[in-house]
């Protein structure tokens, strides 16, 4: 699961032991433990862990038992009686009558005890009555395993996990170390109980709500692993809760310090602990921690662990509700220091002046203030908090926070003592809408997009050199980050983004060779919500990979004009795997450069309007040798000098063969709503066949061969007061269409006869405009029009991809 950057990092050790923890939602019913063994399969190696929770709400229900047996209530029998049954109803699905039997019999010892339990001391053994959800989820997964799969055990955790106290949950690394290693089989699978372990009395104890993961990472330390993954319901840990946010984003990477205080205010997603381990001092290696659905085990999930500036600008937003705010000067004490460590209260805020006390600490946390006579003030509370590297110091998000909860008239507003969350306390419980509210002030549900660029010539470089501007000029740009510089061979991905203003630099320094397969893997794993691929390379090869690019649902834009004029068939591949993934392709720069020409030709035809005919000039050389050619010099003179002014390929015959105009023609087609390939389009080679295959060398000095063809042409239209141009044109005809690329006569005063030398020109006439038609007019080719062109591209694609929302599938119990 680990995330390999390919291309620069260093490879995960493939022979490491990784943990693997699934929770309730992912052990909820049969259908859900049979996939959990196929992640088994797939991921667990023999001497692999993996940690269980109780299956689906068990540990709410034998909390329930707890309440109905304190009340002595009438309903505790028959709660019991169907907890029972929900148990073996797994075990008859899941396990043959073979290996069901002894689960079976372990059941009614365990309901014959816990029912005891519960009639006569339930005070006194509540940690054993909540054990038995794990106990029974690790009986049940490892039988299930052994039987269809490999040889497995289970490991009770009350056997080797020695902790301090209730409270803060401090491990004896050192004495549970020795314990667990005792415990340990050779060749075989440890399914091992979450949630559970005992004091140093060796009574049992729990770890608190959602301690399973926290246990997950205790055995990653403990057995030295690499790699701990949760799994569960939802395919990542989210900017708010999925099931209520719509919006909310997935953090596919996330700060440690964040992930902490997301986890101390009780998301859910996230034990306060889990992380807690991961630091202990003696681990020799750092460990990754990843989040992942079990229920999507393909789709990559979150990763918490220490990143660079990108991930701490990510930001979530999490609430509480129903809690009681205690407000007392007896709090300052050190009696109720002590008493309160003892029920587990979450201590919100750091001054000890209030406490919160979560649900189910509430009764023991009030029964007892009752008994010791003090005066305190009770006030049902909620929480709802912004979660966010620093976020605390961040004056303009304070605002923010502030100005969304304004409507619930907080309390008041806390400010933790990390600075990486901002609180506020509301009198009632904090409501979907408000925190949707929250969800949007904060993160303005902006996407992140990460920006690979290919191609470091000349429109590169000069891309590149607009970029830092244009990242601070636009708003749709807030969140769009340069990661990765692909040259030919080389290339520079950084996941924690690239300084555009060293850009050059920093590859030149860091880049390193790459090959198709690296990259690719790369971008199957990108940790943003959004990528896109500037391509600003010539290059076919390149525009081969597309294809899979678009199947990664990665966008591309730039000025390649393959892809666009690849053949029918490859053409509409590429159109329709774009849209099956929602991936974006923007090429307004493929013809004419900056000039707006795909532009309005995608726009005639989203608008309706009918293309008729689309010609011009498209050639910003041909241009140029047209409007200077007048046959007072050759033809050849004339190329030779446009060559050395850079106006030409290195080889002009590219220029002179049309081939380029004939794909741009092809591009334009296509736009206005035609299906033709390259091979509908004829052709003018103004260069002669006996010069087509020689040498560069050769076909400069053989140049003046072309000469007497142009004088010829020249003559032919003076004689009849018209000119020579290269002109490209397309035609809706009666039967079809007409396509062609070639040298032709012009009257004087045509739209295409006096231009800028190196100008395009492009006409189309459609049913709107039709007598008088649309003309687009100016620089056809050149570094900074190319470059601004492509940068008007990418604010568009980030306009676009920021309106987009992606809702969160979850599946699950929940
Ligand atoms: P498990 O049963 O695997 O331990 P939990 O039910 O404890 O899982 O926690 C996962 C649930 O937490 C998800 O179903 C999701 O609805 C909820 N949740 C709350 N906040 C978030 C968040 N920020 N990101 C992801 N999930 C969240
Ligand atoms: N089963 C326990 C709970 O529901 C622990 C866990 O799921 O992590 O809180
Ligand atoms: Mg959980």
Known sequence: MSRVNPVHTEQANAISTNVHKFGGSSLADSACIKRVLTIVRRHCKKDDLIVVSANGDTTDTLFALFELAEAHDEALSSAIESLKLSQLKLIRELLSIESGQPLIEALDADIKQLTFWLLNQPQQFTNQILAFGEVWSARLLSAYISQEYTASYTIDARDYLIVDDAKHCQVQYEASQQQFNQLLEDQKLAVITGYIGKDSKGEAITLGRNGSDYSATIVAALAQAKNVTLWTDVDGIYSADPRVVPNARKLHRLPNEVAKELGRLGNPVLHAKTLKPLSFEQLPHTVHLHVASSF????????????????????????????????SEFLKTEQAKIAFEQFSVEQIDHELGFVVVQQHTQQQVTDWLASSNVQVRVTPIALVAAVGHNIAQQGNMFARFKRATKSAKPLRFIQSSNNHSIIAVLKENCTIELLNRVHHAMTKDARHIGLVVAGLGNIGEVFLSMLPEQLSRHHSLENTYLV???????????????????????????????????????????????????????????????????????????????????????YNRLLSTASETGSLWYGNTTVGAGLPVNYALNDLARSGDKVIEISGIFSGTLSWLFESYDASVPFSTLLKDARNQGLTEPDPREDLSGKDVQRKLLILARLAGFELSLSDISVQNLVPEALQTISIDEFLARCEELDDYFEQAFSDAKAQNQCIRYVAKFAKTSAGYKAEVCLAQLGLSHAFASLTPCDNIFQIKSQWYHDNPLIIRGPGAGREVTAGGVHSDLVVACQTLNKKSKPVEIRGIN
């Open 296 to 327: 999507a085990p393909e789709v990559l999930g979150s990763e918490i662990g220490s990143f660079g500036e990108i991930a701490k600008q990510e930001l979530s937003v999490t609430r509480l509700n129903d809690l009681l705010l205690i407000e």
């Open 484 to 570: 990765g510089l692909l040259g030919s061979k080389k290339a520079l991905i950084r996941d924690d983004g690239i300084n555009p203003a060293l850009a050059k630099a920093l590859y030149e320094q860091h880049a390193n060779d790459y090959d198709k397969a690296a990259l690719m893997e790369w971008l199957g794993n990108h940790p943003y919500d959004e990528l896109i691929v500037v391509d600003l390379t010539p290059s076919e090869e390149f525009s081969d990979y597309y294809q899979e690019f678009f199947a990664k649902g990665i966008h591309v834009i730039g000025a390649n004009k393959w892809a666009a004029s690849a053949d029918t068939p490859q």
